[in-house]
């Protein structure tokens, strides 16, 4: 049984850090991925955030956080994490942690097959 469990979210100032981070268990995935989902939006209609590749390591990251999110992993821990810095007030959001068995550059909720209950952030100005 696959398990994603996110940790690491809560109540910031804007401009301030957050750390979020994302367990897997249960089976070997090739990408990982950070979405997110505004308040008011449905979980389908999650925002692609960043992704990263288990092997290899590539990442890419939206346009609404190139320069402020980074996406790492730890592979002897199974664990990825999504640094965020100058967090603005537009970042507030449920964070889910997704996967995907196969390594893929896509940014649509439709290609992640295994996800976190999520964690919420909340950025006050």
């Known amino acids: 049984q696959v398990q994603l469990v996110e940790s690491g979210g809560g109540l910031v100032q804007a401009g301030g850090s957050l750390r979020l981070s994302c367990t897997i268990s249960?089976?070997?995935?090739?990408?990982m991925a950070w979405f997110r989902r505004a308040p008011g939006k449905e979980r389908e209609f999650s925002e692609f955030?960043?992704?990263?590749?288990?092997?290899?390591?590539?990442?890419a990251h939206a346009d609404s956080v190139k320069g402020r999110f980074t996406i790492s992993r730890d592979n002897a821990k199974n664990t990825v994490y999504l640094q965020m810095n100058s967090l603005k007030p537009e970042d507030t959001a449920v964070y889910y942690c997704?996967?995907?068995?196969?390594?893929?550059?896509?940014?649509?909720?439709?290609?992640?097959?295994?996800w976190g209950p999520g964690t919420q952030v909340t950025v006050s100005s």
């Open positions: 997704a996967a995907r068995d196969l390594a893929t550059t896509s940014t649509s909720y439709a290609a992640y097959k295994y």
């Open positions: 249960g089976r070997t995935v090739r990408t």
């Open positions: 955030v960043s992704y990263i590749w288990w092997s290899g390591g590539i990442t």
